[in-house]
């Protein structure tokens, strides 16, 4: 009896307990989340699911036109809930130099990805770091190799490339897609550790196997707890993710390291070519985060100077085939200055004469973002802008393929028209397009990256006549640019002349048989 007047008793004190309890903690919900939306105010948002938000809204591929498309109905900036994170997207030029340029200081933070930086990269993958001190740090020794005065020492490794490039275009032109990996891969092999790519030899494809899996760990959704962190704080045996992230960091290690004890090697024997990688270990600062730090500073370069480039110069072919005009143009240009009977092949040291190739560069950054909705900067105080509030850990992006097709930003901006680019600026190879990216954050390499898609399209555009191939029309919107498996679109290349012939033949050949 006393026990169950005690139980009941119990029961009854739980009864009245719990909804209590339960009450407090939803009241003290509604009530931070309350204050929460009264202390910060965002720009329009897009209406998505409970819990998940706009997760499922982003499509895997055109993501670029997804954001296009919602920029239009939802004005200059818009907000989007991606699992935890909230994202502004900024839709304006005007929008993206107030706040990532001349904010840059609050505004070049990463996103936190348990998986893709702290497991798979230890933490020292440059492109994904917070803004931090050994960030900094990196970044300055990058600049101070990679700045416009140091490109008399990659200029000789693009020379050579392109030269070999042409060659593989006129040796097996349907192949084009695989002759510009090659290319872009070559040069940045060569800037970093000042040697050639090597097609067969197993360890370059190690290397470069590296740089795919490391862009597949970055996309959305690749793994559940960079989408939803909260899960890194499962004991580590019941991460299930963690051990394939180990090995992918080991496998990183283990192949930046056998590069870098190789370059140590020729540079003993006196044989190392002038590089990044050369300069890079005499610098003390690069040894300041230790050697784990050190490899995958120079991994992430080869990471980010790959892709990138050979991206930007098949959207400049496709560019070629869908509007001659421009292409003439560049062609009387180059004609103009190395003869119209293939006299000789252009030069960095024409650059000075060829001024429309130089604008042709910038509007091929321009046309088709590569990075089609920006790349996640991440805020680290909170911060107040023209009414809105926003929290520290928000995030922000340039929405680039917007940006880039707004008539109130450029004229015409659906053709191709490298004219827009002749003015002032146009030695500014940064100036008046964000297809470095904006602020602190811009690419590091982008001497490099300019000086690869000048010197191809000028050797290219010289030598060879490009016409659409069979297989439809080609939607340059929807081009799958990333592709590298097969040609992203049906291209056909013919050489120009006998004589152009007979110059790439001459020139093209001692490229492919130079070794270094
Ligand atoms: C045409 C070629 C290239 C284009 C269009 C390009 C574009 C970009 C873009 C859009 C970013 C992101 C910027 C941001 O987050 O705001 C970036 C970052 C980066 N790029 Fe490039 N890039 C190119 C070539 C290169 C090359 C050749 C290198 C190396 C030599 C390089 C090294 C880097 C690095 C290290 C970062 C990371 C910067 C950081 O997070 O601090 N890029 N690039």
């Known amino acids: 009896m006393t026990f169950k007047i005690a139980s009941m008793e119990i029961s009854l004190s739980w009864k009245t307990i719990l909804p209590t309890l339960l009450a407090i903690l939803i009241a003290q919900r509604v009530y931070a989340n309350h204050q929460w939306h009264r202390k910060y105010k965002f720009p329009n948002r897009i209406p998505g ?82 803004y931090s001190d050994r960030w900094r ?53 060569s800037v970093v550790f000042g040697k050639r790519l090597e097609l067969d030899n197993p360890n370059t494809k190690e290397l470069f196997e590296t740089s795919t899996e490391i862009v597949q760990a970055m996309q959305p959704g690749a793994s559940l707890v960079d989408a939803l962190p909260i899960f890194e704080n499962l004991p580590q045996w019941l991460q299930w993710w963690r051990p394939r992230g180990i090995r992918a960091h080991e496998k990183c290690k283990r192949v930046y390291q056998r590069e870098v004890d190789d370059i140590k090697r020729r540079i003993e024997a006196g044989t190392a070519r002038d590089c990044f ?31 990138t480039s050979r991206m930007v110069i098949s959207q400049l072919l496709c560019a070629a085939i869908l509007d001659p005009r ?41 046309w088709r973002p590569m990075a089609p909705i920006g790349m996640p900067h991440c805020l680290v105080a909170d911060d107040e802008y023209e009414g809105f509030r926003w929290p520290k850990g928000t995030v922000f992006t340039w929405n680039a393929t917007s940006i880039a097709l707004d008539e109130n930003e450029f004229e015409d ?42 010197i191809v399209i000028a050797r290219l555009l010289y ?24 040609a992203p679109f049906p291209l056909k290349i013919k050489i120009r002349s006998p004589a152009h012939a007979a110059l790439v033949e001459r020139e093209g050949k001692i490229a492919t048989e130079t070794v270094y």
């Open 463 to 486: 030598c060879f006549d490009f016409e659409a191939g069979e297989g439809g029309e080609i939607d340059s919107l929807r081009v799958p640019w990333i592709e590298h498996r097969h």
């Open 49 to 130: 699911l409970p819990i998940f938000g706009n997760t499922f809204q982003l499509p895997p591929m055109q993501q670029g036109i997804w954001a296009r498309d919602q920029a239009k109905k939802y004005g200059e900036m818009f907000t989007v809930q991606f699992g935890i994170q909230t994202w502004v997207f900024l839709n304006s030029s005007r929008v993206v130099h107030d706040l990532l340029e001349k904010r840059s200081s609050i505004y070049s933070s990463r996103v936190h990805l348990p998986m893709a930086q702290t497991i798979m990269s230890g933490g020292c993958r440059v492109l994904l770091m917070p």
């Open 413 to 454: 901006p659906m053709r191709f028209w490298p004219e827009r680019f002749l003015n002032e600026d146009l030695d500014n190879v940064l100036k008046g397009h964000l297809g470095f990216g904006p602020g602190r954050r811009m690419c590091s390499g982008y001497h490099v990256g300019d000086g690869n898609v000048w």
């Open 277 to 307: 990688a050369l300069q890079f270990l005499r610098t003390p600062e690069a040894h300041a985060f230790g050697p784990t730090q050190l490899l995958f500073s120079l991994g992430s370069l080869m990471e980010a100077g790959t892709d």
């Open 137 to 189: 740090a990196i970044r300055k020794v990058m600049h101070s190799i990679l700045n416009k005065q140091s490109m008399g020492t990659f200029a000789p490794f693009q020379e050579l490339e392109s030269r070999h490039l042409l060659y593989d275009y006129l040796k097996t032109p349907d192949l084009w897609h695989v002759a510009n990996q090659r290319f872009a891969n070559s040069v940045i092999m």
């Open 326 to 366: 421009w292409a003439a143009t560049a062609r009387r240009q180059l004609d103009g200055v190395c003869g119209a009977n293939a006299e000789r092949l252009p030069e960095f040291a024409d650059r000075g004469h060829l001024p429309y190739i130089s604008a042709v560069t910038k509007e091929a950054m321009r």
